[in-house]
C-alpha cells in the first residue's frame, strides 16, 4: 500500500511544522502550502489524497480555497479538512457548503486529527 499524501495549509509556519510532525509520525507523506492561492495550485500539481486547510488567511482564505478545490475537475474528489480557531456553527455551516468533508478546531487534537485524516484519506 502506497503512502497518503497529505496537503498542509496554514499561514503560520509554526502551525504548518506541528501538523507536519504529527502526521509525518503516522506514517504520512506531507506538503506544506502557505496559504489558498498556494493550496489550489499544490493541490493540482501534487494531486494529494487529502488537504488539511486552515480558514483565516490572506489571499484567498480557507472557504474560498475549499470551494476553488472542490468544484474544480480535476480536484473535486479530493477530501478537505478545515481546521480553524473559528468555533461557531455557522463557520462549520458554510465551510461544509463550500465544500468540505470535515471540520476540526484549534488547537488541534494530534488523535482526532489522524482519526479524520485516517477515516477521510
Not at 17 to 45: C, H, P, R, Y
Not at 58 to 79: C, M, S, V
Not at 92 to 120: C, N, S, Y
Amino acid at each position: 500500500m502506497s503512502t497518503q499524501k497529505v496537503l498542509v495549509v496554514d499561514d503560520s509556519l509554526t502551525q504548518r511544522m506541528i501538523l507536519a510532525a504529527i502526521l509525518a509520525e503516522q506514517g504520512f507523506e506531507v506538503v506544506t502550502a502557505n496559504d489558498g492561492e498556494e493550496a489550489v495550485i499544490k493541490a493540482k500539481s501534487e494531486m494529494p489524497d487529502l488537504i488539511v486547510m486552515d480558514v483565516v488567511m490572506p489571499k484567498l482564505n480557507g472557504f474560498q480555497a475549499t470551494r476553488a478545490i472542490t468544484t474544480d475537475e480535476a480536484t473535486w474528489h479530493i477530501p478537505v479538512i478545515l481546521l480553524t480557531s473559528k468555533d461557531m456553527e455557522s463557520d462549520r455551516i458554510w465551510g461544509m457548503r463550500q465544500g468540505a468533508t470535515g471540520f476540526l478546531h484549534k488547537p488541534v487534537d494530534p488523535e482526532a486529527l489522524i482519526a479524520m485524516v485516517t477515516a477521510l484519506g
